[in-house]
């Protein structure tokens, strides 16, 4: 049973536009949500991470947005940039179990 | 640089042969854990430590062993390779069982194809 559900698989945008990634989740328990950043032939590298706590955190031109009751939280890229082209990867704990990922979205942002 | 080092960065076995994927940090992590990367799977935990000392079985455990030699090496090890063992594999580390703020420090990678 997959733990923590992401779409899409992949996504293609212009320049400048803003790509949302979605992800869901059914363990109440999970209290820290990342997302990842992998570059091809690395490995993956922390982008930026939310407590459920917050229903929003930024990062320069990354966005967490999170929505506790419908246990789904996304990541916004604003004004996106060709640098930006990689594949991303939503994940999730509760405690210190250890991280869960989604199956990752492959972003393509085309000039 | 301090960091994740994995060796080797490519692998090819033929199916029933075995090899040990290596994996150290330098950053006086506690924790450690290897993850498989499967296109269009995402990153499924093998095996983690929680500390050194102690190992446990994530999600994919079938067909591997770990050991945890001693704070800094964490390493995997295939018995009997099998074609399904095809992937990439990540070893990453964290200060503790909870990673805020600072999350997971991956390694580069193994690419091992099994023929």
């Known amino acids: 049973q997959q733990q923590v559900k992401q779409s899409p698989q992949s996504l293609i945008v212009q320049k400048g536009g803003i790509p949302i990634i979605n992800c869901a989740y059914e363990?109440?328990?999970?209290?820290?949500f990342p997302w990842y950043q992998q570059f091809p032939g690395k490995g993956p590298a922390l982008l930026i991470a939310i407590r459920p706590d917050v229903s929003e955190k930024k990062e320069g031109r990354f966005t967490i947005s999170f929505n506790k009751s419908a246990k789904q939280f996304s990541l916004h890229i604003m004004d996106s940039q060709p640098g930006d082209s990689a594949t991303y990867f939503c994940a999730a704990l509760s405690g210190n179990t250890p991280l869960v990922f989604g199956k990752g979205t492959r972003l393509s942002v085309i000039a | 640089n301090a960091g994740v080092t994995q060796t080797p960065k490519f692998q090819v076995l033929k199916t029933g042969q075995s090899m040990t994927l290596q994996c150290a940090q330098d950053m006086n992590h506690n924790s450690m854990y290897w993850y498989r990367q499967d296109p269009g799977m995402g990153l499924r935990l093998i095996y983690y430590s929680a500390s050194e000392g102690t190992t446990d079985k994530g999600e994919v455990p079938n067909g591997y062993n770990v050991s945890r030699l001693n704070k800094r090496e964490f390493s995997l090890r295939l018995e009997s390779a099998a074609p399904s063992q095809t992937s990439v594999y990540f070893c990453?580390?964290?200060?503790?069982?909870?990673?805020?703020?600072?999350?997971?420090?991956f390694g580069s990678g193994t690419r091992l194809t099994v023929v």
């Open positions: 363990n109440t328990a999970f209290d820290y």
């Open positions: 990453a580390s964290s200060e503790d069982g909870t990673p805020f703020p600072y999350g997971y420090t």
